[in-house]
T-cell receptor, first 110, second 115 residues
Framework: RKEVEQDPGPFNVPEGATVAFNCTYSNSASQSFFWYRQDCRKEPKLLMSVYSSGNEDGRFTAQLNRASQYISLLIRDSKLSDSATYLCVVTGGGYQKVTFGTGTKLQVIP | DVKVTQSSRYLVKRTGEKVFLECVQDMDHENMFWYRQDPGLGLRLIYFSYDVKMKEKGDIPEGYSVSREKKERFSLILESASTNQTSMYLC??????????????FGPGTRLTVL
């Protein structure tokens, strides 16, 4: 089983739609969780950290479920500019160990 | 503005050549990382360093070595390049610790082709 798993997609959604991605992780000792965004032919950039209590940043909501070992990202009112690959990142379970998921591709369609 | 730079955007080398990929960060970060990114496999950690002259193997260190002589610079070395090392190489840096301190800042990447 992969340490961090994501549905690769692509998710093709119309503008204005709500879309959700999940990411599961296998190491129960994992400590920190993040969503990164990677545009085509660009480097990944931090979208948001994921806290146990859940957190929201505008149209984006991230949640963590430690019992089931998954994190989620919800995007409301999708924009064309949201089209990108979303990478789930899990750290901990070893000194500064960092593991990236393979990413979920989102395509927002006019 | 935070910045991670990589020495080349595109590089073409021949099998058996020794290849150096350089990464420099200007944020005084302790941690630095080298990844490779391949379609369907995502980012895979090759090596990381949490301090000058310190290094730790990541998930796929075979065929690679690293050097961290100065805090701001982290070099990835392919001792004898092979065609299966054709990939996008991404360098990143971060502060130590947990939570938001673990945000990684990435360089623009080096697309390496080994012929």
């Amino acid at each position: 089983r992969k340490e961090v798993e994501q549905d690769p997609g692509p998710f093709n959604v119309p503008e204005g739609a709500t879309v959700a991605f999940n990411c599961t992780y296998s190491n129960s000792a994992s400590q920190s969780f993040f969503w990164y965004r990677q545009d085509c032919r660009k480097e990944p950039k931090l979208l948001m950290s994921v806290y146990s209590s859940g957190n929201e940043d505008g149209r984006f909501t991230a949640q963590l479920n430690r019992a089931s070992q998954y994190i989620s990202l919800l995007i409301r009112d999708s924009k064309l500019s949201d089209s990108a690959t979303y990478l789930c990142v899990v750290t901990g379970g070893g000194y500064q160990k960092v593991t990236f998921g393979t990413g979920t591709k989102l395509q927002v369609i006019p | 503005d935070v910045k991670v730079t990589q020495s080349s955007r595109y590089l073409v080398k021949r099998t058996g050549e020794k290849v150096f990929l350089e990464c420099v960060q200007d944020m005084d970060h302790e941690n630095m990382f080298w990844y490779r990114q391949d379609p369907g496999l995502g980012l895979r950690l090759i090596y990381f360093s949490y301090d000058v002259k310190m290094k730790e193997k990541g998930d796929i260190p075979e065929g690679y070595s690293v050097s961290r002589e100065k805090k701001e610079r982290f070099s990835l070395i392919l001792e004898s390049a092979s065609t299966n090392q054709t990939s996008m190489y991404l360098c990143a840096s971060s502060l130590p610790g947990q939570g938001t301190d673990n945000e990684q800042f990435f360089g623009p990447g080096t697309r390496l082709t080994v012929l």
